[in-house]
Structure formats: C-alpha cells, structure tokens
C-alpha cells in the first residue's frame, strides 16, 4: 500500500505546531513551538503577540517536521490546517502558510476543524470505533460530541459560558498561579479535600450542557471575603473543592449523555483530558457501561497539535473535503 504521507498545521492559539502523519494514525514527525512564556506576564493569551510568534516560527517548524519524518515534498500526499475555531490572526498564519504550501507543491489542502482535530487524537492510538461520543474539553471549549458514523459531528451538548479550562485558569489567578493553571491546580487540587463544596451548576438539569461561571465566581468570592477577614484558605482545599465540582459536573453530564445515546467509544479529548481527576473518575463511571470503551487521548496529545490535525485531515481527505486558494480562518467555525 502506498504511504499516505499528510504535513498538518496547527496555529489557532498559543502553540505553533506542524506534524507529519503516516496513514492517518502514525505520528513520524510532531513540532510544538510553545509561546506560553510570552503571555504568562499578561496572564492569559495576547492575540497579537500569539500571530507574531507564529510568523517567527512557522518557516522553522515545518523543516523540523519535515526533517524530524525524515520525508520530502515530493512524498506528501495532501496538507491539513486548521482554519477555526481560534484566533483569528493565528489561525491566518497556519492557513496561509498551508496554502503556499500546497500551492507551490501541487498537493491537496484540506481544512480541519480544530475540535475535530482533539477528538481525532484518539485514532492516533488506537482506530476510533462508532458510533462515539466525545467529551471535548479545553480552554475554550466544553462540549459533548455524538458521532454516530465517521465525519459525523452532532454537538448535543455545550457550556453556556465559561470553558473548564478557563476557569481553571481564572480560579488558578487568584491563588497566584500562572497561566496555564489547569496542571498546577490539578496537581493542588490532589493534595486537599473537597470542604467548600462549590455550587455544581446545571448538574441536576435535564440536558447536556454545562456553566462554569457561577462555580468561578463563588471560588472568587470565597478567597476574597478570606482576605478582608484576614482568614487563610487552605490552597489545597480550594483546588480539590474546585476541582470536585468540575469532575462532578462533567462526569453526571457524560453518564446522561450515554444513557442517552449508547456508543461503542467515549473519547475525552482536549487539554483538560489531562486533569487526572477527571481520568480518574471517568474511568471509574465507565465500567457501568459495560458495551462502552474508553479512550483517554495520551497526556502528549491532549493539549494543542499538529498530530492531531494530520489524523483528522487523513480522515477528512478522504472523504473528498478540500479547500483552495479562498480558505480563510473562520475565527468562530462550528461542526
Ligand atoms: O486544548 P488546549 O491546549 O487549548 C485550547 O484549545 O484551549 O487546552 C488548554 C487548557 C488550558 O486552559 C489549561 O489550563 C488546561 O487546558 N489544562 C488543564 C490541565 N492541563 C491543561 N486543566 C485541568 N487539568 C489539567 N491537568
Ligand atoms: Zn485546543
């Protein structure tokens, strides 16, 4: 069988990746330049410093990945970027530079779905079985994905404001963490008790989707009424509290969604997949499904890729999507 050989491109926040992927699920090559030094002192992602990273590196990365598959041009058969959802002028640096690519190499673009992309992780472990759900977790994103058949994306349910991984990072602020705070937290969060039992919002509700705000706001609150009454807060506590109410909320919301929509495959995906609680926990619940399996995306795939956006190109190829010279980013791209 010929070798099916994709250069993928990833640039929609803070990391600029470039990948290559041997027949959908074999990583010969995955470059991550980070950028998170550069905006730890501002706290969180500046979106022009992230596109002014992203030109310095792009030309380097894709060598190295290149170099790294030990592959030429001439041996590729297509391109995959992310075109969205992102920052726009990020997510503009890996567009453009797959374009120049497939264009001065005669190749096949194909755009990718960034949320694709994290589910189709998983496939880089092991093939994905449908039909599958995912839970797709990340600094900006909180969903539940039923996949009934391959390149099929039904999103049954979303949070209505605040990302998991962003009130990770917000809660992980006031308690002098720098940004990204998810690992510090977690890591915090496996040393205290769950005492202040935080609000689990929307967790008794009768559909899938999630609310993370009210759960940050009492965190916050809790920590500054603690500050003017000059009581000291057990860091520990306030994370495994913090931490309890999130696992809480994501795990009932999935145990419904499964209920709800039998699958062969739950795949957790995204960088919060990474949160050993949530792991944890959702390998326990699983076992009483028992005609489910469960995928956990390995901890070096979890956060934002290149490989990721290979496997879920390869895919999409095949299944005739293509893009031209007018792909642009398409900052707020939905399933
Ligand atoms: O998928 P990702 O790399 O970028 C986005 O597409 O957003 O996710 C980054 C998010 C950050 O909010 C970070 O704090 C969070 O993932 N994160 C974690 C953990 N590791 C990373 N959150 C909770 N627990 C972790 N272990
Ligand atoms: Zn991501």
């Known amino acids: 069988m010929a ?13 600029t990746s470039v990948a290559v992927i041997e027949n959908g699920n074999r990583i010969l090559s995955n470059i991550v330049a980070t950028q998170i030094k550069s905006h730890q002192r501002f706290g969180g992602v500046v979106p ?24 030429t041009y001439d041996e590729l058969t297509s391109v995959a970027v992310t075109y969205g959802p992102g920052l726009v002028g990020a997510l503009l640096i890996g567009v453009t530079a797959a374009k120049a690519v497939a264009w001065a190499h005669h190749l096949p673009l194909v755009p990718v779905n960034h949320l694709a992309g994290h589910i189709y992780a998983a496939r880089l472990v092991e093939p994905i079985e449908f039909p599958a759900m995912a839970l797709v977790v990340s600094g900006g994103h909180t ?104 696992v809480d909320v994501l795990a009932d919301k999935t145990k419904r969604a499964l209920k ?17 609680g949530l792991r944890d926990r959702l390998t326990k619940e699983i076992a009483g499904f028992s005609d489910t399996k469960l995928e956990l995306v390995p ?8 490989a990721m956006i290979g496997a879920a190109g390869e895919m999409l190829y095949r299944h005739g999507v293509r893009g031209d010279a007018t792909l642009n980013a398409d900052p707020g791209l939905e399933f």
């Not at 050989?5 to 803070?14: A, G, H, R």
């Open 260 to 276: 709800e929509f039998p699958v062969k495959q739950l795949i957790l995906a995204g960088g919060v997949a990474a949160n050993q």
């Open 143 to 246: 969903e539940l994905v039923y996949m009934p058949e391959e390149n099929q994306f039904q999103i049954i349910g979303e949070t209505r404001d605040d990302a998991a991984g962003e009130a990770y990072d917000k809660i992980g602020r006031v308690l002098g963490i720098n940004y990204p705070a998810g690992k510090p937290v977690d890591e915090l969060a496996h040393k205290g008790q769950d005492t202040f039992h935080f609000p689990r919002a929307m967790d008794a509700d009768d559909n899938f989707d999630f609310s993370f705000s009210g759960l940050k706001s009492a965190f916050i609150n809790t920590v500054h009424h603690a500050d003017q009454i000059g009581e000291k807060l057990s860091h520990e506590d306030l994370a495994a509290s913090f931490q309890q109410a999130v």
């Open 299 to 306: 901890l070096s795939l979890c956060g934002d890729n290149a």
């Open 3 to 15: 070798r099916d050989l994709v250069l993928s491109f990833e640039t929609s926040c803070d990391e």
């Open 48 to 71: 022009e410093v992230a596109s002014r990273h992203h030109i310095e590196q792009i030309t380097s990365c894709i060598g190295d990945a290149l170099r790294g598959a030990n592959v």
